[in-house]
């Protein structure tokens, strides 16, 4: 234990009321303050008032750690320090992180010669004593010949610090000793703390001007890129005003899979095509930008006043980087002069054996630097709009995908699998924010409070956040197909059951339209089978959608009856399973329309990707469900055909190989409930989150929270090895595209150490292939969860690993009336209302019960004696 003694001073009551109405004052103050520059003229008028220094200045951390006096309040026979520039040396990264841990540091005579330590070192350790949280002492020497040299002799310091880090310091300087009380102290350090949190605000608030306006371009940009029907590339040209605009650039080059447009003032189109060659193989970052180009690319120097300054966005589509778009926006030079408080080259000096050294400056007298080949800097909010475009051309680029496709096409071999990869990178994006999407409206859907109307527009955003995720996932389908990559996932399943409950899930899609939807099923048709039924639901609901969909008046009819097995192909054939214990059967499929038909020349037209026929144009649709369910019924060993009259009717017969099985392999699916708590009794369980968007992170918070688990959440690899080493969680639920280091990585790292075999590790990331899959086992991960994730889906593997139980909802009956709970005899009349369907499925079922009736009374007559000995009732 370290304490450290100063003197007290006797304060009265008076003086306390003193210091709360000061107090109270300064922060109305800054309250009134009306921009960034006013706040911190306020902030050091204020504080050299409460100490009494001879100067107080607002020193501002720049982004490679240099420094700007940006506010200063002083005696006026002082040198003005106002706007002087300091380098990082002057306040290197120890010190930096000194001002993050303490937020004042005090020294009251720079000059004054410390008493020794006794002893010298730790007894124990027998280390020096570790005087970092000191304030009266344990000051680097470097820093007392600094400040000697700019004369003070007694400095007092404040730390700035926002939710990024060291924002800046308040650094206070006194020409003779000076002590400041304790309480005044406390105080300083309390203004600190709450001017770091205004000048946030004040930050924001200019910084809100200028969003509101990149907002309305955005929004322009947007609709036009979403809503036209054109290439990308004429769209962008025809807006280059509102695209310069955007990050207040002079120039812009667009490049979208190799066709190059310049815009403003630019370098030529050879300098450019070789600057991005340049940014693709060493800047392969999502975006960049340097307000220096020249720098990292001296082949700059030459177009100065074109480029001096560079922003970037790139979408990469594959490794090999042959295939990708980029943005390009340039700024000229801006010739510049930095005010530096000294000499910069002073900083470093040669010793006595010629080693360079960093050294207190000698002079800090204004030193003028002139800054050539250099624009104006890029501002955060200018690179937060340039993300925002990207996001914006990546969502364009997915609805203009079959003119992307068509493209590719006719590009080099490589191009297809180009396709498939830059597909599934889209994929990623997308569905990351549509995991916070569809996460959050489970989350304020657990809210029984929430008015009905709001629960409609949840609804809402839940269905329209599905639509988009079937689009994507039809997108990747068609990239799994087209990679070889597609597998059969094969069970044991209801036939029956999965015909009706997809003529139900259509059926109001019908009934909307006035079209009658009709059911014809064969005798031969088995009702437990073994397949995909996944595979043969999509296929299912695609024939029906479509059928339904093209049919403005008229009938759509499902028949299937099961056929001898057909051999398609031995390739296809060979995915399905032959084991001579279950036979195979042709599941023969018919979906008949009486909707607008197809024309002869299109009927193997409608099964390519992304294509449609003329009518297809008109309706909502992206022109895949066809080709993959084809792909999907020749995976299965069968195909789907059609036959079609123009404006009469069209008929689409689907056949697939299927396996007979009994009754008792069906598994009956778990009924899917919420989850409201952890059941009592229970010791409590950690989760550790660890994902880089802060959206989904607060999403697994507070979800995990609301349960009832012991959360805590990091954002990147590194961060989690530290907390999990410190508060070693039960499970981690894993990103794994993040900064720093990635979900695999983080997840070897934590195997190989002590004790990181116990933790369960669940990879939850947005990357949704099964080689996704693969390489998240291979990495040491437990499981691995896709987003957006299903509520159920995450609680149910957290039980599994972790033994947990929970409290699940009620679910609460409809109510009913007395009038309805009286008993009431039916008759063949009341059956009338009916549809003849019903009544045949009705005898239908009457049947099966007459027959299991008549099965278990025989049973019941064989039943053996319960007195019977063992062989009895063997």
Known sequence: MILELEPVRSLRSTDLIQFYHRLQAVIANFRNATNLKSLAKTLAREVKTMIGFDRVMIYRFEADDSGVVIAEDKQSHLESYLGLHYLAVDI????????????????????????????????????????????????????????????????????????????????????????????????????????????????????????????????????????????????????????????????????????????????????????????????????????????????????????????????????????????????????????????????????????????????????????????????????????????????????????????????????????????????????????????????????????????????????????????????????????????????????????????????????????????????????????????????????LSNAIKFTTRGSVILRFQALTKKLYSVNSFDSISTDDSQPIITLHLEVEDTGCGIAQSDIETVFEAFTQTEPGRHVQGTGLGLSISRQFARLMGGDITARSILNQKSTFICEVLLSLVSAGDIIAPETTRTVIGLEPGQPTRRILVVEDLRENRLLLVRLLELVGFEVCAVENGKEAIALWSEWHPDLILMDIQMPVMDGYETTRQIRVREGGQDVVIIALTAYAFEEDYTTSIQAGCNDHITKPFLEAILFDRIAYYLGVRYCYREEALPGLDQQTLLPKSLTAKDLQVMSPEWIIQAHYSGALCSSGSQRCQTLQSHRPNPQAGASSRQ
């Not at 090999?320 to 930095?338: A, D, G, L, M, N």
């Not at 039809?474 to 597609?486: F, N, P, R, T, Y």
């Open 92 to 543: 290197a990264a120890p010190a930096r992180k000194l001002f993050c841990r303490n937020w004042m540091r005090f020294i009251p005579d720079i000059n004054h010669t410390p008493v020794c330590l006794i002893p010298t070192n730790h007894p124990l350790t027998n280390t020096p004593l570790d005087l970092s949280d000191s304030l009266l002492r344990g000051v680097y020497p470097c820093h007392i010949e600094y400040l000697q040299n700019m004369g003070v002799a007694g400095s007092m310091t404040i730390s700035l610090i926002t939710d990024k880090g060291l924002w800046g310091l308040i650094a206070c300087h006194h020409y003779s000793p000076k002590l400041v009380d304790y309480e005044t102290r406390k105080a300083c350090e309390l203004l600190g703390q709450f001017a770091s949190i205004e000048l946030v605000h004040q930050e924001e608030r200019e910084l809100d001007v200028y969003r509101t306006h990149v907002k309305v371009i955005q929004d322009e940009l947007q609709q036009t890129l979403l809503q036209e029907s054109n290439f990308i590339e004429q769209v962008l040209i025809r807006n280059t005003s509102q695209l310069l605009d955007l990050v207040h650039a002079q120039g812009a080059a667009i490049l979208l899979d190799g066709y190059l447009t310049l815009v403003g003032q630019t370098p030529s189109a050879t300098q450019v095509q070789e600057l991005v060659a340049w940014l693709v193989q060493h800047q392969a970052k999502r975006v960049f930008a340097t307000d220096s180009l020249s720098r990292l690319y001296p082949e700059a120097k030459a177009f100065p006043d074109q480029a001096s300054g560079l922003l970037a966005i790139s979408i990469l589509f594959n490794h090999s980087k042959q295939k990708s778009y980029h943005i390009i926006w340039f700024r000229p030079e801006q010739i510049q002069t930095v005010n530096w408080a000294g000499n910069p080259q002073d900083a470093i000096t040669i010793n006595e054996i010629g080693e360079m050294q960093l050294s207190p400056r000698k002079s800090f007298a204004m030193w003028k630097e002139t800054v050539q080949e250099t624009s104006l800097p890029w501002e955060v909010a200018e690179l937060e709009a340039a993300t925002e475009m990207r996001n914006t051309l990546m969502l364009a680029v997915l609805e203009f995908s079959q003119i992307a496709l068509e493209q590719a096409a006719k590009q080099a071999a490589i191009a297809s699998r180009a396709k498939s990869q830059f597909l599934a990178k889209m994929s990623h994006e997308l569905r990351t924010p549509l995991n916070a999407i569809l996460g959050f409206t489970q989350l304020m859907n657990r809210n029984e409070k929430i008015p009905s109307e709001f629960q409609e527009d949840l609804g809402i955003i839940s269905r329209s956040g599905k639509h988009l995720l079937t689009l994507i996932n039809d997108v990747l389908e068609m990239s799994k197909i087209e990679a070889g990559q597609l597998e059969l996932t094969e069970n044991s399943f209801d036939l029956h059951q999965l015909i009706y409950s997809i003529r139900e899930m259509v059926a109001l899609k019908a009934l909307k339209k006035g079209i009658d939807l009709r059911t014809e099923q064969h005798s031969s048709v088995p009702r437990y089978v073994y397949g995909d039924e996944s595979k043969l639901r999509q296929i299912l609901i695609n024939l």
